[in-house]
Structure formats: C-alpha cells, structure tokens
C-alpha cells in the first residue's frame, strides 16, 4: 500500500507538525507501507536550509518542493509562500503514479481541496489529518477578514472536508465543531496527537545540564515551551509573569517561537522583568532536558479558538511527568485531558489572579507536583504515546483504501 502525505514541514524542521509527521511517516513504514512525503524546502521559522530536494529518511521517500521564502513574519509574505509551495506541489502530485491514498495536514490551509481534486484526477483514496480549522482560524484570529473571499474560502474547505473520505481529527472540541459545519460523523475519525514516550522521560534536576546551564537551580521554574503564535493567549501569560515577579525564587522560562513572541518581549521589556527569560526552540534530542527543566507548565488558548485548534505541546509535557496549568477555554481538548488525567489545573484566560495562585502554591508544594506530573505520565502512557496513534491511524489509512 502507498501512501502519499503532503504538510509543508518535515525532518529535519522542528515544527510541531514537522515532528509529528516525521514521527508517523517512519511509523508507517515500519508497519510495512510505502510512504512517500512531498514538502517544502523552506523552515518554519523561515531561516534557509541546505537540504536535498529528494532523499530517503528511514525509508520515507521525500521530495521537497520549491516555493518562495518570505517566512511567517509577514501576512502576504506567508500567503505568497502558500501559493508558490501548492502549485509546484500540484505540478509535483499530477506526476505521481501508484498511490493508493493521498493524506494532506493543514499547512498550507486548504490542503483538503487539492486532496479531493487530486483524489477525482487520479482516482486516489484521500484522507485529511486535521490540526486546525480553516478559515476559521484565520478569521477569529483576524488574519482574513469577513466579506466575499472570506465566504468562498469557507465554501471549498468545508466542501472539501464533506467529500473527503476520511478526517482524522485531533480533539473532541474539534469534533463537534466540524459536525456542527455539518461533516458526516461516519467520516470522522477522533485520534489525538501524541509523544514519543520513549525519547521524552522526566530528567531528574541533578542530572539535568539544561537546567544548570540556564541558572535554574534551587529556583521553581514555570515554563511556556512551543510555539506562540495566533491562536495562543498572550495577555493572561504576561499578568501571570508580572504578577510572578515579586517572588524571586520563581522563574519564568519561554521557550520557542511565533507570531505573537515579539508583541510578548515588548511587553517584558517595557515593564522591565527581570524574572522572565527568553530561549528558542530546542532540538528535538534536548527536550527531554528543557521540558524536565520546568517544575510547571503553562498552556494556552484563546477562548475563540476552541474547536479551532489543538496545542500539542500539552502531550510532552505530560510524557516528563510535569504539572500543567491551563489557561483557556473549558470545553477544549486540553482542558478535558488536564481534568481526566488529574495533572494539573484549568483557568479561563480571564482568571489568572486564581491561576497565579495556583502556580505558586504548586511552587511551594513538591510532593504535589510529583503527584500531578506522575498522574500525567499514567495516562499518557496509555492513551497518547507514539505507537498508539501509529498504529490508530495505520488502521484509519488501510481501511479507507479497502473502500470499508
């Protein structure tokens, strides 16, 4: 069985869909499919690359495509990006032969057109692996505006995603969002996103040179580790950090990147903490250590974005054993797995007077933190781990090319 999957990011970037992606086309390849990955050649954070445009990785057969190399720092820069990457992709895929099913994640948005066209040209089978939801994330975030584009934009994906033959989506939240857009339930497929369990284990402080490097002994580290970007809340972390502040035996540690990092340093720099520290992303051999460095993680989502968007840095947090305070919406996937797995607390992002409390509490509380972390782990083990959704969607993948 050949699979061909399509996401503009793939091994070596660091990306979140980047690693995930990576870690599910080895995955398959491992259960005996033939897998090919078209991608792009341009990183997430937009810096250049010096990588082939055809190669083989664990027996994945990649082929990165052109495209411009505007970045994510600029609006009309990314959708130039977005264009240039789907026609050389469309070029690319009339091309292919022998695929029995196209799988497409959401970046660049819209892929699940370009599945369903490709699906009808070539007679393949076509299975869309759903991150976030598009447009409407676009829309609540403010990137695209209400009006005729914006209407028709929502008529192809949300027509697109009807016909798909599967959709394998990463939340109940965004379960129901999509029925509710009026997707059939029979084409929905629930299976989260995940963590490899066996790289990422909870480092114990002594043995752990990321958080010596960075100063962090003897102090109580609350850490946002992952991407920032439009659907993340900004506001509640900076009232936490400021409120934080006249603790010193706490410090905050940002690690990564996004669209919404620089507003944040602004705002650290006018306001002139001292109690927050900045680092970029780590590599995905160091997060054993810079995940266990945190003693607790923060995790965000603006209150719109529920149903829209899943953030997976929630599960590798929860593979190294640490406690999570959540600041979000109540009815989202994070939030349900916070509660359900006892590994932490949950806020809307308007309580975070209740949330620093929390934190500090947990701060002075060790054996509470092991108690919620140890928690964590338990249910990750046994539902998010790695060869879980391997094997969950290798399952989806052949039962939708056997037409059942």
């Not at 055809?54 to 027996?59: A, D, H, V």
């Not at 130039?80 to 895929?93: E, H, K, N, P, T």
């Not at 129901?176 to 490899?196: V, Y």
């Amino acid at each position: 069985m050949h699979v061909l999957i399509i996401n503009r990011f793939f091994h070596p970037d660091q990306a979140a869909t980047s690693r995930l992606l990576t870690d599910l086309a080895v995955g398959l390849c491992k259960e005996g499919m033939q897998i090919s990955v078209l991608t792009g050649r341009l990183s997430y954070l937009g810096s250049n690359m010096s990588l082939p445009a055809r190669e083989i990785y664990q027996g994945v057969a990649v082929r990165r495509l052109w495209s411009t190399r505007f970045g994510r720092r600029s609006s009309m820069g990314r959708v130039v990006d977005y264009v240039s990457f789907c026609i050389s992709l469309i070029w690319r895929a009339l091309f292919a032969n022998r695929i029995d099913c196209v799988m497409v994640m959401s970046d660049p948005p819209m892929l699940s057109v370009l599945a369903l066209v490709l699906g009808w040209l070539k007679r393949w089978k076509t299975v869309c692996w759903l991150q976030d939801v598009f447009p409407e994330v676009a829309l609540k975030a403010g990137v695209l505006k209400q009006g005729k584009l914006a209407s028709a934009l929502m008529w192809l994906t949300h027509g697109s995603l009807r016909k798909t033959d599967r959709i394998i989506v990463v939340g109940r939240c965004m379960e129901h969002r999509l029925l509710e857009l009026g997707i059939p339930r029979d084409r929905l497929t629930l299976i989260p996103n995940w963590a490899d369990g066996e790289c990422l284990k909870a480092v114990a402080p002594a043995d752990n040179w990321f958080r010596k490097r960075h100063g962090l002994e003897g102090r109580i580290t609350v850490m946002y580790s992952g991407n920032l970007g439009v659907v993340h809340e900004t506001d509640c972390l900076f009232r936490i950090m400021r409120a934080l502040r006249v603790t010193p035996e706490v410090r905050v540690m940002i690690l990564g990147d996004g669209s919404a990092m620089a507003s944040l340093k602004d705002a650290i720099r006018r306001e002139q903490l001292q109690n927050v520290s900045f680092v970029g992303y780590q590599h995905q051999d160091d997060l054993r250590y810079s995940l266990s460095a945190g003693d607790i993680h923060l995790v965000t989502l603006k209150s719109e974005m529920e149903g829209l968007s899943v953030p997976s840095k929630v599960y590798g947090i929860m593979a190294v054993s640490r406690p999570i305070i959540f600041l979000g919406p109540q009815g989202s996937e994070v939030a349900a797995l916070v509660r359900e797995a006892g590994c932490g607390e949950t806020f809307s992002a308007t309580d975070d007077e209740k949330a620093t409390i929390a934190i500090l509490d947990l701060g002075r509380d060790h054996r509470r933190r092991e108690y919620l972390g140890s928690g964590g782990r338990r249910y990750f083990e046994s539902y998010l781990d790695k060869p879980l959704a391997v094997q969950r969607i290798s399952n989806v993948l052949r039962t939708v090319v056997k037409g059942k």
